[in-house]
Every structure is written in structure tokens, then in C-alpha cells.
């Protein structure tokens, strides 16, 4: 059983109750900590704090980090290196039916649990990816936010996979490209990098923030926009990002062969996101 604390109460319970059970209200972050040789703790900290304070304010709860919980992710960083340390917020217990209450107390749960070992190989292979019969809704006031609401996700991986595939390619249901069923997508073209502008469906990870910013800060042009299959079959490479495997090629989609992206390998090392045995 993985390791996990209620607030602050280790093996603690979660009320029947809690909005987040009943209704999927909050929010999570799933974090990478750092390989035993390093000394950075849990990688992008900030930006995973900042983005479920911004995704907490977009759904109206309040909530901030307290010095005891930032405390207690840097010992478990020191004490389990190499993992992933797992942060869910719901509203609390309160309200009647869906009307949230005007004041709650945040559950927050805390747990660690291993990377999957199968990452490492992805990040020296590549992997590829199976267009999803399943697409994603439109929802712009939720674009963004990692929320609890996960059943589209739930529903994409409960179909089989196609042999020789790793993972989902995922549309929404005007058949724009927007992410693989556990990653953000990147494309390069002409020495260009796009990636779906996430404004109405799917989740804008900390590792696709990160990236963005440190290619711009390396003079590689990236764009946000509309993608959709066509520019997919004219890609020179893609690869997709996540916080917990960094940064992975993509070999091939459906039918469609890739080659990897020369600086895959180049900005993984940047970002100390290389996975080690």
C-alpha cells in the first residue's frame, strides 16, 4: 500500500462526505522528486504549487500551502528520491448537493508512489501512440486545470490498446489534436515546435510550462495553436511531456512513422528529468 497522509494524519481517513469524493471538487499535482545524487528536492516545485493555487481560484476554493506541508514534501523528496509524491485538494465537507458552502476546510492527501519502471525504457526508445475513439468535451471554464473529474481519462484507457502501442493519441470532439491519454503533446515542423493551445479541453502540465519557456530561452521558436491530425502526418518529430518522464519521443501514431527529435535528449538533460536505474 502506498504511503499516504490525510491531513497531515498518516493512514488518515477521508470523510464520506468530502466534496471531492462526491463530486470530484479539487485539484492534484503529481511530482517527480529528484535521483538520490541530486539535491533538488521535488523537480518544479513553484510551478506545481503555483498551478493548483491558479486552478484552486478558478473553482473558488481557498487554499495555500502551509509551512508544515512544504516541509513535509521536502522530507519525503529526502527520503524517497526518484518517486512521485502525489498532492490532492478537494473543497472539504459542506454545502447542499452541488452548491459549494461559503466556507470549508481543504482536504489535503498526500501519497508516494513509485515511478514506473517502464518510463526509463520509453525515454531510450520512444514510444507509440493509437489514435482514441474516445474524444474529449469542451469545457473552457475547466481547460487547463488537473482536476478530479477524471472520467473521460478513465473511459480513453479503459479501451484496449492496439499491439506495439504505448499510450493514446487524444481529440476532442471537433477533432482537434489536444494530448496523449497521460502527457501534453509537442509536434516539430520546419524547426518549429507546436503544441494544442489547451483553451478548451485538456490539461496544460507543469512539465509543458516548463519546456516552453526553456526552449523560448534556447531561441527555439514554440506556438500554441489549433492542431490537428493533417499536421500531425506532417511533423518531422513529436514527443510528449509529463512531470513525471520528462520528455519522451514519439516513434509513430496510427500508421505513421517519426523520426526522434535530435534535441530530445539535449533538453532532458537541461531539465535533469533523465531517469536512472
Known amino acids: 500500500m502506498a504511503p499516504v497522509w490525510v491531513n497531515h494524519v498518516e493512514n488518515g481517513l477521508i470523510n464520506p462526505f468530502d466534496r471531492g469524493v462526491a463530486y470530484g471538487d479539487g485539484v492534484f499535482a503529481t511530482m517527480r522528486t529528484a535521483s538520490a545524487d541530486m539535491s533538488a528536492g521535488i523537480l518544479f516545485l513553484d510551478g506545481h504549487i503555483d498551478r493548483l493555487q491558479q486552478s484552486c481560484e478558478r473553482l473558488g476554493i481557498k487554499w495555500f500551502p502551509s509551512d508544515s506541508l512544504l516541509q513535509q514534501l521536502s522530507q519525503l523528496a529526502q527520503q524517497y528520491p526518484q518517486h512521485c509524491i502525489k498532492l490532492l485538494l478537494t473543497r472539504g465537507v459542506g454545502g447542499r448537493g452541488y452548491q459549494a458552502p461559503l466556507s470549508a476546510t481543504v482536504t489535503e492527501v498526500l501519497s508516494v508512489h513509485p515511478i514506473p519502471e ?11 501512440l493509437a489514435s482514441s475513439p474516445i474524444c474529449l468535451g469542451k469545457q473552457p471554464l475547466l481547460a487547463g486545470i488537473k482536476h478530479l473529474n477524471r472520467l473521460e481519462q478513465v473511459l480513453i484507457k479503459s479501451q484496449p490498446l ?12 471537433d477533432g482537434n489534436v489536444i494530448e496523449s491519454s497521460i502527457a501534453n503533446i509537442f509536434i516539430v515542423k520546419n524547426d518549429q515546435v507546436l503544441t494544442p493551445a489547451i483553451t478548451h479541453a485538456g ?11 526553456t526552449l523560448l530561452s534556447h531561441d ?6 489549433q492542431l490537428t491530425f493533417g499536421d500531425i502526418q506532417a511533423a518531422d518529430h513529436i514527443f510528449i511531456t509529463n512531470s513525471l518522464f520528462g520528455i519522451i519521443d514519439v516513434t509513430a501514431i496510427d500508421d505513421f512513422q517519426f523520426s526522434r527529435w535530435t ?14 536505474t
Do not use: K
Not at 525515454?123 to 507509440?128: D, K, N, P
Open 118 to 128: 517502464h518510463y526509463l525504457n520509453w525515454q531510450q526508445t520512444g514510444i507509440s
Open 220 to 225: 527555439i521558436a514554440v506556438m500554441a495553436t
Open 263 to 276: 534535441q530530445t535528449s539535449r533538453f532532458r538533460h537541461v531539465l535533469s528529468v533523465n531517469l536512472s
Open 162 to 173: 492496439p499491439s506495439h502501442h504505448q499510450d493514446w493519441l487524444v481529440f476532442d470532439c
Open 203 to 213: 490539461v496544460s502540465g507543469v512539465m509543458r510550462e516548463t519546456l516552453i519557456d
